[in-house]
């Protein structure tokens, strides 16, 4: 079982701040989100990849925007965007074999409509992989704590 835990703005505790800074599991931030969180690694989709790589020094998945050269620290794909970056960001993760996944975030910011959307497209993806929000939130998801997620073994 490979563990990958997803970054958003969402708020969470000084204790589970604690949690996550300190976690070997892989986290990926979307955009600017959740720095002080130490992500290995960051996602994009909102044509904002000069910006993502001139303030953060995380390699960087772009699923929409590109340079005209080559960076190293940009990973390439062929995930179609779907209305959010965090529907390309669970696509990614499973990708790369990554079946049990946190989602630090609560489907809360802009819409109805586009928290239908990252519903719409996420909800399907528990098929292929384990996927949890952290708490309570609009996502159709199950809840599982920090704590809980990042204290149980690796089966």
Same mark, same amino acid.
């Given at each position: 079982?490979?563990?990958?835990?997803?970054?958003?703005?969402?708020?969470?505790?000084?204790?589970?701040?604690?949690?996550?800074?300190?976690?070997?599991?892989?986290?990926?931030?979307? =955009?600017?989100?959740?720095?002080?969180?130490? $992500?290995?690694?960051?996602?994009?989709?909102?044509?904002?990849?000069?910006?993502?790589?001139?303030?953060?020094?995380?390699?960087?998945?772009?699923?929409?925007?590109? !340079?005209?050269?080559?960076?190293?620290?940009?990973?390439?794909? =062929?995930?179609?965007?779907?209305?959010? /970056?965090?529907?390309?960001?669970?696509? &990614?993760?499973?990708?790369?074999?990554?079946?049990?996944?946190?989602?630090?975030?609560?489907?809360?910011?802009?819409?109805?409509?586009?928290?239908?959307?990252?519903?719409?497209?996420? /909800? $399907?993806?528990?098929?292929?992989?384990?996927? &949890?929000?952290?708490?309570?939130?609009?996502?159709?998801?199950?809840?599982?704590?920090?704590?809980? !997620?990042?204290?149980?073994?690796?089966?």
């Amino acid at each position: 079982m490979s563990k990958a835990i997803i970054l958003t703005y969402a708020p969470v505790t000084k204790e589970e701040a604690k949690l996550l800074k300190e976690t070997t599991f892989l986290k990926l931030a979307l =955009n600017h989100h959740a720095e002080e969180l130490k $992500p290995q690694i960051r996602i994009c989709s909102d044509y904002n990849l000069p910006y993502i790589c001139k303030n953060f020094t995380q390699p960087v998945i772009s699923v929409r925007d590109y !340079f005209r050269y080559v960076n190293p620290r940009v990973i390439y794909n =062929n995930l179609e965007f779907k209305g959010a /970056t965090i529907i390309s960001a669970v696509e &990614w993760l499973i990708s790369k074999q990554y079946n049990d996944i946190l989602i630090i975030g609560d489907n809360s910011v802009n819409t109805e409509e586009f928290q239908n959307n990252v519903n719409k497209h996420t /909800t $399907p993806l528990m098929e292929y992989a384990r996927i &949890w929000q952290y708490r309570f939130g609009n996502f159709q998801l199950p809840v599982k704590s920090i704590s809980k !997620f990042l204290g149980e073994r690796d089966v």
